[in-house]
């Protein structure tokens, strides 16, 4: 086994491209282990644990871009490099092809486009609070997609924005439309009259292709990143969004996303809607008591599709008894589905695993599935003590979120690479205790464009291999997107159906559709 | 005073630092947008950066 690597002076490439160049080099033939990443400490102490921190990247700087190949010789290795060398000049070539002026700071571009009112910024977060404070105080609003930052950077951000009647979205707010646009991880979705506000990336994504797929439509979609709505934010952005909302006169209706406020939030929230807002609210606090919801004015929902439907409804003049009589019918039809699926098993087949690439998305298959088969074990489990020992090794009844730190350390989140996924689909399928196999996908810019063409074949394997061995495994299926995404719905549905996989209608309905099936075998701990 | 609600009245133009993909997507859907070509400043360390910001004013 030979390693060796090259350390380039001064490039900078984002980390997702970085992260993408790694695993083509990655599934090179002899290839053990590679990566392409910056001289940051953290990729050079990740680098030292994998055993390929060379002694030329020891006092490698942040801008430094570092190679590292270990392979079964020397020569692969090489090759392995020069295809790491050719696939990043491919992409800087793409921007120069096109002639773009891509201005050095936040000043040049201020200079190239005088009316830009947004930044968005994506870099580590050590170095994205200061850009955001820089962006601030030209007057931009700002979309903070970056995470560790710290609380007191983003208090004083959001405090500096509050005052100048500006946004501050995140940091670590994945997901936003504004004006109809789709920032980040969003779904494109039709425009109308229901503003949101949400502290929950993945569940403002659900809700919003919920009620666009209901034919209704989106005015604002505000995201706050999560911690806006603890204790120490204090509700910030949160508060100003619905403000923001009821001043819009393109919105009629209001929904508001997030998982349980502090209560202290709650209470200011509540006091706002009370005093100040005239207009609709509908409100999705996942795992929070939706009296609490009631109490402060607004509707309350129970799941993230509810919170849509009821949402949709309103927009569309519809009387409440509507929704209801659809999730009723659902119910039934769920009921049947389940019965049908639980026929199919064998003896040793009593759980599900779901496996997570939203966090939301999770949390509320997890609160579904408590009412129906209890507690279920997880990386990020809703009971402390259903918290998996190894978080790579699923247990009885198991819902992972595959978004957690411990999953993406070095590789892109998994909305945009499977890879570790389908690795896991096929290890659970291999489990003869698995009866059902829950899996999300969240269509919109940002996450993987193929999803179909990936997890088709995979599920195919999965359902052949355990087949092979007299057990039918159930494959239940939430997407999350619009036939407007760039992937498709419908055409995503469909080559999920050829695969043999049940496609709900929501997340909501696929984790009650897993749960039922498991409660008909036995499969309740 | 500006409002929150302004930007909803006005077209949505974009700075985008970071991420390429992002600036991708904004121009799939007809955003006016613009990238920086960020890179991290050679003082990497927190002091010799404060230092310098402070020199700048930027800070």
């Known amino acids: 086994m030979a390693v060796k690597g090259i350390l380039k002076e001064g490039e900078y490439y984002d980390s997702v491209t970085l992260m993408l160049v790694a695993r083509d080099v990655l599934a090179l033939e002899g290839v053990e282990d590679a990566a392409v990443v910056m001289g940051t400490e953290q990729n050079k102490s990740i680098l030292e644990t994998s055993g390929i921190l060379l002694d030329m990247f020891k006092n490698a700087i942040d801008s430094d871009l570092l190679i590292a190949v270990k392979a079964k010789d020397e020569a692969t290795c090489d090759a392995a490099i020069q295809k790491a060398k050719e696939l990043l000049t491919s992409r800087h070539s793409k921007m120069q092809e096109t002639g773009e002026y891509m201005p050095k700071s ?8 005088p009316d830009a009112n947004m930044v968005i910024i994506s870099l580590a977060g050590k170095y994205a609070g200061d850009e955001a404070m820089k962006a601030l105080k030209k007057g931009l609003h700002v979309m903070l997609f970056s995470d560790n930052v710290t609380i007191e950077t983003e208090i004083e951000l959001k405090q500096y924005g509050k005052e100048h009647g500006l946004l501050v979205m995140g940091p670590d707010c994945g997901t936003a439309i504004i004006n109809g646009a789709p920032l980040c991880f969003a779904n494109v979705v039709n425009r109308g009259d229901i503003g949101i506000v949400a502290a929950s990336g993945t569940g403002l994504q659900e809700v919003s292709a919920v009620i666009s797929n209901e034919g209704a439509g989106i005015s604002q979609a505000i995201g706050t990143g999560g911690r806006d709505v603890k204790k120490d934010v204090g509700g ?55 009296k609490v919801v009631e109490e402060a004015g607004a509707i309350p929902a129970n799941t993230l599709e509810e919170a849509g439907l009821i949402a949709s409804s309103l927009s569309k003049g519809k009387s409440m008894d509507e929704f209801k009589q659809l999730l009723e019918e659902r ?4 009921l049947n589905l389940a019965e049908k699926e639980s026929k199919n098993k064998t003896a040793t087949q009593k759980f599900v695993r779901g496996l997570y690439t939203g966090g939301t998305l999770c949390d509320e298959a997890m609160l579904i599935s408590r009412t129906i088969i209890g507690e279920v074990y997880g990386n990020a489990p809703l009971n402390p003590q259903f918290k998996l020992e190894d978080s790579w090794r699923s247990k009885e009844n198991t819902f992972v979120d595959l978004g957690e730190d411990e999953f993406t350390v070095g590789r892109p989140h998994p909305m945009i690479d499977f890879t570790l996924r389908n690795k896991k689909i096929l290890e659970e399928a291999n489990d003869k205790e698995v009866a059902v196999i ?38 239940v299926c939430t997407i999350t997107g619009t036939d407007k995404d760039p992937q498709g719905r419908g055409k995503v549905k469909q080559q999920l159906e050829d695969a043999g996989a049940l496609i709900m209608p929501s997340n909501a309905a696929a984790s009650k559709l897993a749960s039922y099936i498991v409660k008909n075998i036995g499969g309740v701990k | 005073m500006r409002k929150i609600s302004d930007l909803f009245k006005q077209e949505l133009q974009v700075i985008n630092i970071g991420l390429v993909s992002f600036k991708e997507s904004l121009e799939d859907v007809g955003v006016k947008v613009i990238q920086v070509d ?15 910001q402070k020199l700048l004013g930027s800070k």
């Open chain 1, 106 to 113: 936040l000043e040049g571009a201020v200079d190239f486009l």
């Open chain 1, 236 to 290: 910030i952005m949160f508060i100003e969004g619905i403000k923001a909302l009821e001043e819009d006169p393109e919105t009629k209706y209001i929904a508001l996303v997030s998982k349980p406020p502090h209560p202290e939030v709650l209470k200011k929230v509540a006091s706002l809607i009370k005093t100040e807002i005239k207009k609709p609210v509908v409100g999705i606090f996942l795992g929070g008591d939706p």
């Open chain 2, 38 to 52: 960020w890179r991290p400043s050679a003082a990497t360390d927190d002091e010799t950066r404060d230092a310098l």
């Open chain 1, 438 to 475: 829950l899996l999300d996908v969240v269509l919109g810019y940002g996450s993987n464009m193929k999803p179909g063409d990936e997890l088709n074949p995979i599920i195919k394997q999965a359902k052949k291999s355990a087949e092979a061995d007299g057990r039918n495994i159930t494959f």
């Open chain 1, 331 to 334: 119910e039934k039809e769920l």
